[in-house]
């Protein structure tokens, strides 16, 4: 436990100190939460979906959780090439531990992020139709946050280099996060866009979100929890093997 | 307490360890020493869980360090040759975790962890960053860090490089009370002969991948007719310059990383 502990410690410690990349990493949220929001705004509410900001503030939440979670997780590539992955994998520790240490550390981070965003995004016009819903909220942005660390952990454990940082970046991170209806509705979309967005697992967070927050959802609490519980448990479990076959 | 047999490690074509057996007895002091590129640190991963070997046994303390890795991890110890330090935690906070992930109880920790610190001159910059340490303080702290649990094994892979002549001193101070008091076995590397010559009880020469002798630094000088372990040294391995690997692209890496953690240095 408390080698657990003082691992998700260290993550935590690691994203207070870097205050640019906190302040960095709020300003693409911004962008998109107030060119996207009002630059569609009336278009979406003209096409009798009401209003646009409400829609798609659940949605930046989730972007930003993605994007902190995996660059979290990620960050496994320069612990490499740093030379701290080596102290960590020599030491007397399961590499369940060091997974779940890691991806509660990032997952941690990640709400955090998530959770600024939010309170930007109400200062920016947002208005949650249910505001107690912000608690539980909070707990699905943390598994949101828990399960993409996991995935950001588990791919850049294969990687060597900083190729693999743009490579997760351009073929994982952005197409889970467009085709995840955090921009837009679920309902009526072509056969294999539905398709798509149904096995992105951002997907089910975000709908999570909008119910909870908003009231409406296109899967339901139920399917969207389990989902994110099951796929979380999976990453993790994958992740601490992808850990035992780390060879440096 | 080290026992390897018939030890092989390939990348792709290139033999790095060939077919190499030796073992070491539980207390002693031992030095492998070879050129750049002779397959020491290789064979050092090999032993500490690092890399897995292409044929061949391993085993420390009776735990085979391939195959049952948990059990082996809890026996050594290592300070490895290149950097493995967090540069965004504090000396201390490095210190730390290392002796949380040991299982080092608190009180045994913070003792410690001050002894060590003090003896490698760290103390009063405890809480300083590491990246702000230049090259010689990280590998001081590197050093009080892998002295801060007592395992069965300590493993050194070039604990020296770099160290000022009294740190080596207080460092193989250390070391030595270490291995009398505890039995703590030692197997280290180096590149300074006199060092291997005074502190090692027996010695294995490497080159190109295969141990070519091995025994106590007279029986090398005997063997080879020389009168220092350095001609015998270099009267079994010739006098031709190895080359050092390259540094795969780090310097990239960190200013890639530096941009991105928008660090200040």
């Given at each position: 436990m408390k080698k657990i502990y003082i691992i998700w410690l260290r993550q935590i410690k690691r994203y207070l100190r870097s205050k640019t990349r906190i302040v960095g990493s709020l300003a693409q949220p911004l962008l998109f939460l107030l060119a996207l929001g009002y630059g569609f705004g009336s278009v979406f509410q003209e096409a009798g979906q009401g209003n646009y900001i409400n829609f798609l503030a659940p949605g930046i939440i989730g972007m930003s959780i993605i994007f902190t979670a995996m660059f979290t997780g990620i960050e496994i590539i320069w612990d490499r090439q740093f030379g701290f992955l080596k102290e960590m994998m020599v030491a007397p520790i399961s590499r369940l531990d060091i997974m779940i240490g890691r991806t509660l550390g990032g997952g941690t981070v990640a709400t955090i992020q998530g959770t600024v965003v939010l309170i930007i995004a109400i200062l920016f016009g947002f208005r949650p139709t249910y505001w107690l819903g912000i608690i539980p909220a909070l707990v699905v942005m943390f598994l949101i946050a828990v399960l993409f660390t996991a995935l950001g952990t588990m791919v850049a454990s294969r990687m060597e280099d900083m190729q693999g940082f743009q490579l997760i970046m351009n073929f994982l991170v952005m197409p889970l996060f467009f085709l995840s209806g955090a921009l837009f509705p679920l309902e009526n979309l072509p056969k294999a866009l539905t398709f798509v967005t149904s096995i992105d697992p951002l997907s089910y967070g975000i709908d999570a979100l909008r119910h909870l927050?908003?009231?409406?959802?296109?899967?339901g609490l139920t399917t969207d929890l389990t989902v994110l519980v099951l796929v979380t448990g999976l990453f993790v479990w994958l992740g601490s093997h992808f850990f035992k076959r780390i060879q440096i | 307490m080290i026992d390897v047999q018939n030890l092989t490690k390939k990348f792709g074509d290139f033999?790095?360890?060939?077919d190499i057996s030796f073992n070491v007895k539980q207390g002693e002091i031992f030095a492998f020493l070879g050129p750049n590129g002779a397959g020491k640190s290789t064979t050092i991963k090999m032993l500490t869980t690092l890399l897995h070997p292409t044929s061949g046994s391993l085993s420390l303390n009776g735990h085979n360090?391939?195959?049952?890795p948990e059990k082996a991890r809890r026996d050594f110890g290592i300070v490895f040759q290149d950097p493995s330090l967090d540069d965004e935690l504090t000396a201390w906070e490095n210190i730390d975790l290392h002796g949380i992930l040991y299982d080092v109880s608190n009180d045994v920790r913070k003792e410690r962890a001050e002894q060590l610190l003090k003896f490698v001159d760290l103390w009063d910059r405890k809480d300083n960053f590491v990246k702000e340490f230049s090259g010689g303080m990280k590998r001081r702290l590197e050093i009080a860090r892998g002295l801060l649990h007592h395992p069965k094994i300590i493993f050194l892979d070039e604990p020296t490089l770099g160290l000022d002549p009294q740190t080596r001193n207080s460092m193989w101070a250390y070391l030595k009370d270490l291995n009398q008091k505890e039995q703590t076995t030692i197997f280290f590397t180096t590149h300074y002969m006199e060092e291997a010559e005074r502190i090692a009880q027996r010695i294995a020469i490497i080159d190109h991948g295969k141990i070519i002798s091995i025994g106590t630094a007279d029986q090398l000088k005997t063997q080879t007719n020389t009168a220092s372990l350095e001609e015998a040294f270099l009267s079994l391995t010739g006098k031709t310059i190895r080359e050092e690997e390259g540094d795969g692209g780090k310097g990239r890496m960190r200013s890639m990383h530096r941009m991105w953690s928008g660090s200040r240095k």
């Amino acid at each position: 436990m408390k080698k657990i502990y003082i691992i998700w410690l260290r993550q935590i410690k690691r994203y207070l100190r870097s205050k640019t990349r906190i302040v960095g990493s709020l300003a693409q949220p911004l962008l998109f939460l107030l060119a996207l929001g009002y630059g569609f705004g009336s278009v979406f509410q003209e096409a009798g979906q009401g209003n646009y900001i409400n829609f798609l503030a659940p949605g930046i939440i989730g972007m930003s959780i993605i994007f902190t979670a995996m660059f979290t997780g990620i960050e496994i590539i320069w612990d490499r090439q740093f030379g701290f992955l080596k102290e960590m994998m020599v030491a007397p520790i399961s590499r369940l531990d060091i997974m779940i240490g890691r991806t509660l550390g990032g997952g941690t981070v990640a709400t955090i992020q998530g959770t600024v965003v939010l309170i930007i995004a109400i200062l920016f016009g947002f208005r949650p139709t249910y505001w107690l819903g912000i608690i539980p909220a909070l707990v699905v942005m943390f598994l949101i946050a828990v399960l993409f660390t996991a995935l950001g952990t588990m791919v850049a454990s294969r990687m060597e280099d900083m190729q693999g940082f743009q490579l997760i970046m351009n073929f994982l991170v952005m197409p889970l996060f467009f085709l995840s209806g955090a921009l837009f509705p679920l309902e009526n979309l072509p056969k294999a866009l539905t398709f798509v967005t149904s096995i992105d697992p951002l997907s089910y967070g975000i709908d999570a979100l909008r119910h909870l927050l908003l009231g409406s959802a296109h899967f339901g609490l139920t399917t969207d929890l389990t989902v994110l519980v099951l796929v979380t448990g999976l990453f993790v479990w994958l992740g601490s093997h992808f850990f035992k076959r780390i060879q440096i | 307490m080290i026992d390897v047999q018939n030890l092989t490690k390939k990348f792709g074509d290139f033999l790095a360890v060939d077919d190499i057996s030796f073992n070491v007895k539980q207390g002693e002091i031992f030095a492998f020493l070879g050129p750049n590129g002779a397959g020491k640190s290789t064979t050092i991963k090999m032993l500490t869980t690092l890399l897995h070997p292409t044929s061949g046994s391993l085993s420390l303390n009776g735990h085979n360090p391939t195959e049952d890795p948990e059990k082996a991890r809890r026996d050594f110890g290592i300070v490895f040759q290149d950097p493995s330090l967090d540069d965004e935690l504090t000396a201390w906070e490095n210190i730390d975790l290392h002796g949380i992930l040991y299982d080092v109880s608190n009180d045994v920790r913070k003792e410690r962890a001050e002894q060590l610190l003090k003896f490698v001159d760290l103390w009063d910059r405890k809480d300083n960053f590491v990246k702000e340490f230049s090259g010689g303080m990280k590998r001081r702290l590197e050093i009080a860090r892998g002295l801060l649990h007592h395992p069965k094994i300590i493993f050194l892979d070039e604990p020296t490089l770099g160290l000022d002549p009294q740190t080596r001193n207080s460092m193989w101070a250390y070391l030595k009370d270490l291995n009398q008091k505890e039995q703590t076995t030692i197997f280290f590397t180096t590149h300074y002969m006199e060092e291997a010559e005074r502190i090692a009880q027996r010695i294995a020469i490497i080159d190109h991948g295969k141990i070519i002798s091995i025994g106590t630094a007279d029986q090398l000088k005997t063997q080879t007719n020389t009168a220092s372990l350095e001609e015998a040294f270099l009267s079994l391995t010739g006098k031709t310059i190895r080359e050092e690997e390259g540094d795969g692209g780090k310097g990239r890496m960190r200013s890639m990383h530096r941009m991105w953690s928008g660090s200040r240095k």
